[in-house]
């Protein structure tokens, strides 16, 4: 493992209009984000992407680690949760610049076999303003063998005080792919899913579900100045799952009652 803590990456980005009122559709809103509009929490995660020619990507569709993601000799990556902070607002269609570093990288032993922990920080600036500081958690692991125990997930809480209901498939899931530029093919290659990385079906994206989540609790408690959300178990595309809030705590909570997120607002 090649890991250096003083690495770091920087990118610029025009925050285009055009794509987040594009997200705006997908998730069902009138597209109203004009020049100058707030964004949306997490809707950053619509820009700063990281293209590489075909040559240059993993079995998966990720670009190949190395570089600011250490080479952790493991295939299977999960974006495992993550925490951000709010310090103001981000706005459409003005240039922001992000500088990314990666400030944890460990492996482990667990009880499926070898586990990587790595954590990204991403501090985004507008106007000469850090406007967003955000810590992604990813986790890499080996396949896992063909008769291997499907991990238990946890039994979500049912103490909500409003709840709604969320329908994913897999067009929705393309698109978010699309406007993400996310190409980890669980979440649009069906065969791939079920025969390599051992799924029922398409994967709903981790940030997606955070994604609902954060509406939600913007609706509910107004701005956000923090929100931190970790990943549970997997939601696949032909479910229904339950968005959950008791105070300021939030969780996903699957048609059979597996929580497949928690989060704090």
Same mark, same amino acid.
Request: charged fraction near 20%.
């Given at each position: 493992?090649?890991?250096?803590?003083?690495?770091?990456?920087?990118?610029?980005?025009?925050m285009? =209009?055009?794509?987040a009122?594009?997200?705006?559709?997908a998730?069902?809103?009138?597209?109203?984000?004009a020049q100058?509009?707030v964004?949306?929490?997490?809707?950053?995660?619509?820009?700063?992407?990281?293209?590489?020619?075909?040559?240059q990507?993993?079995?998966d569709?990720?670009p190949?680690?190395g570089?600011l993601?250490?080479?952790?000799?493991? /295939?299977?990556?999960? *974006?495992?949760?993550?925490?951000?902070?709010?310090? %103001?607002?981000?706005?459409?269609?003005?240039?922001?610049?992000?500088?990314? =570093?990666?400030e944890?990288a460990?492996?482990k032993?667990?009880?499926?076999?070898p586990?990587?922990? =790595?954590?990204?920080?991403?501090?985004? *600036?507008?106007?000469?303003?850090c406007?967003?500081?955000? *810590?992604?958690?990813?986790?890499?692991?080996?396949?896992?063998a063909?008769?291997?125990?499907?991990?238990v997930?946890?039994?979500?809480r049912?103490?909500?005080?409003?709840?709604?209901?969320v %329908?994913f498939d897999?067009?929705?899931l393309?698109?978010? %792919?699309?406007?993400?530029?996310?190409?980890?093919?669980?979440?649009?290659?069906?065969?791939?899913?079920?025969?390599?990385e051992?799924?029922d079906?398409? =994967?709903?994206?981790?940030?997606?579900?955070?994604?609902?989540?954060?509406?939600?609790?913007e609706s509910?408690?107004?701005?956000? %100045?923090?929100f931190?959300?970790?990943?549970?178990?997997?939601?696949?595309?032909?479910?229904?799952?339950t968005?959950?809030?008791?105070g300021?705590?939030?969780?996903?909570?699957? /048609?059979?009652?597996?929580?497949?997120?928690?989060a704090?607002?």
């Amino acid at each position: 493992m090649n890991f250096d803590p003083t690495a770091s990456a920087s990118q610029s980005d025009v925050m285009d =209009v055009a794509r987040a009122t594009a997200m705006q559709v997908a998730l069902g809103q009138n597209p109203s984000i004009a020049q100058g509009d707030v964004l949306p929490p997490f809707f950053h995660q619509l820009y700063f992407w990281t293209p590489q020619p075909p040559d240059q990507l993993g079995r998966d569709g990720h670009p190949k680690v190395g570089g600011l993601i250490p080479d952790m000799g493991l /295939p299977r990556r999960m *974006w495992a949760g993550g925490r951000l902070a709010f310090h %103001s607002p981000l706005r459409a269609g003005i240039a922001a610049h992000r500088v990314s =570093v990666c400030e944890k990288a460990d492996r482990k032993d667990g009880r499926t076999g070898p586990l990587a922990f =790595v954590t990204l920080r991403h501090d985004i *600036w507008q106007d000469d303003a850090c406007c967003i500081s955000e *810590w992604q958690d990813l986790v890499y692991r080996k396949d896992p063998a063909p008769d291997a125990p499907r991990p238990v997930a946890p039994i979500a809480r049912t103490d909500e005080d409003q709840a709604i209901e969320v %329908s994913f498939d897999a067009t929705l899931l393309f698109r978010y %792919s699309a406007l993400t530029f996310n190409g980890h093919r669980i979440h649009y290659d069906l065969p791939y899913a079920r025969s390599v990385e051992g799924y029922d079906g398409l =994967v709903v994206h981790g940030p997606l579900l955070a994604q609902h989540l954060m509406l939600m609790a913007e609706s509910a408690l107004g701005p956000l %100045s923090e929100f931190t959300f970790r990943a549970t178990a997997p939601l696949m595309h032909f479910e229904t799952a339950t968005l959950c809030r008791k105070g300021r705590e939030f969780w996903v909570r699957g /048609p059979d009652g597996r929580q497949c997120m928690q989060a704090t607002a």
